[in-house]
């Protein structure tokens, strides 16, 4: 276990805080506001708690210098909004200069403040000791609350732990808990759904569920390759070449373990990549040669959805198909609302996931969203996230 803001004392001290507001924009305004939303319980409590709060994050890929476009000023606005409490900017294209510091210097407790995007430094991504000492130079406590970058170690993410105690904040602790618990101690049977395009994208996390789950379903893009390495005709269906292999010899692995790999029985075809393609639904061993798979059918649906209900615990990373298209949306939202009513712990795994589950405002009826695409996958794959690892234990 490792570490929380509840284990140390924070009154008084200088809180350095990594979030994550990499938050959707247009027009430099935020669309979609989940991520800052879901930093207020670890700010709020390091503000009643007298911290001197210091907040720091990325927002998007400003290719390691200053882009005005990728400023967090928008994100320091809706904060304050947010708290109902004045957040001080400060706006600064190195990030950390003397007029930052003097900010710091003269800040009282419950007071934060928000650093310009760190990516505005190009040694950020390297985890350079420069940047990082001009970082640890603002506090004296390191408080990790970013799931969602804990699997880089970058400077705001992991180098500062060098400098300071590193503890982490509630978002992190929540996540740790809930993949933790799902992975290590599962209420059964365990069912793990993957979905997404490439099955070697997937292929540790599957090695890895494989160990610990009942059942694996296997949806999405991926299944094609699946249907290929069982001999089918796919049509002009996604391949991934290199996967085919690797599938061959999952279906093995299932079979060697006594877990049920489950693929669609039926597909969603259509003529051409577009929400007004010409569609049919066939049987998976029926794909026209001049047609490709863009969702499971409802046979599959049936199937999947009776596992997915009965189990004890699900996790669930990649969508069933084109679920951004609305007409080809229809597996994705049924196994989500299959998810949805499952009586067992039910854990999105992030990215495309999570944002099919808010689509479908199913979200609220799910044990746990993680915030954490890449992050949440590596950890599932049983890796060591730096930004994790680098905060103190129990």
């Known amino acids: 276990m490792k570490k929380t803001v509840r284990d140390v004392e924070v009154r008084g001290k200088r809180v350095l805080t990594r979030c994550d507001f ?17 930093a207020l319980p670890t700010i709020k409590y390091l503000m009643e708690n007298g911290a001197k709060v210091i907040l720091m994050s990325h927002l998007g890929r400003p290719k390691g210098e200053p882009d005005h476009k990728y400023s967090l000023e928008p994100v320091a606005r809706r904060l304050a909004e947010l708290l109902e409490h004045k957040v001080v900017f400060a706006q600064s294209d190195v990030v950390v200069d003397d007029e930052v510091r003097d900010a710091v210097g003269v800040m ?18 390297h ?37 300071m105690p590193a503890v982490s904040g509630f978002l992190i602790e929540k996540e740790i808990k809930f993949l933790g618990e799902a992975v290590e101690d599962p209420a059964r049977p365990f069912v793990a759904i993957m979905g997404g395009a490439k099955v070697s994208d997937k292929i540790l996390l599957v090695e890895q569920m494989m160990k610990k789950v009942d059942t694996v379903i296997i949806g999405g893009g991926m299944a094609y390759t699946f249907y ?30 006594g877990v049920q790999l489950l693929l669609p029985l039926d597909t969603v075809c259509a003529d051409e990549f577009s929400n007004d393609a010409k569609t049919c639904v066939v049987d998976r061993d029926a794909i026209p040669a001049d047609m490709m798979g863009m969702d499971i059918g409802p046979k599959s649906v049936e199937a999947f959805g009776k596992v997915i209900r009965e189990a004890g615990t699900v996790v669930w990373n990649g969508p069933m198909g084109v679920f951004e298209m609305d007409n080809f949306a229809a597996g994705t939202k049924q196994v989500a609302q299959a998810v949805a009513d499952c009586q067992g712990v039910t854990v999105i795994g992030g990215g495309d996931s999570a944002a099919a589950v ?27 996230l730096p930004g994790v690892e680098v905060l103190e234990d129990k």
Do not use: W, Y
Not at 22 to 27: A, G, K, R, T, Y
Not at 114 to 125: G, K, V
Not at 366 to 383: D, Q, V
């Open 108 to 125: 009282a407790e419950g007071d934060v403040m928000l650093l310009e995007n760190t990516r505005f430094r190009d040694e950020e991504t």
């Open 228 to 257: 290929k390495a069982m001999g089918l005709e796919i049509g002009k269906s996604i391949l991934d070449e290199d996967g085919i292999e690797l599938a061959a010899n999952l279906m093995k692995q299932a079979e060697e373990k």
């Open 22 to 38: 990499n938050v959707p924009m247009e027009d430099g305004k935020i669309t979609n506001d989940t991520r800052i939303r879901a």
């Open 127 to 163: 985890n350079a000791p420069n940047f990082t000492q001009e970082l640890a130079s603002l506090g004296d406590l390191f408080v990790n609350d970013a799931f969602g970058t804990a699997h880089r170690a970058h400077c705001s993410t992991a180098g500062v732990a060098d400098f």
């Open 358 to 384: 808010e689509k479908f405002g199913l979200a609220d009826q799910m044990t746990h969203i993680s915030t954490g695409g890449g992050a949440s996958l590596e950890f599932l794959e049983g890796k060591k």
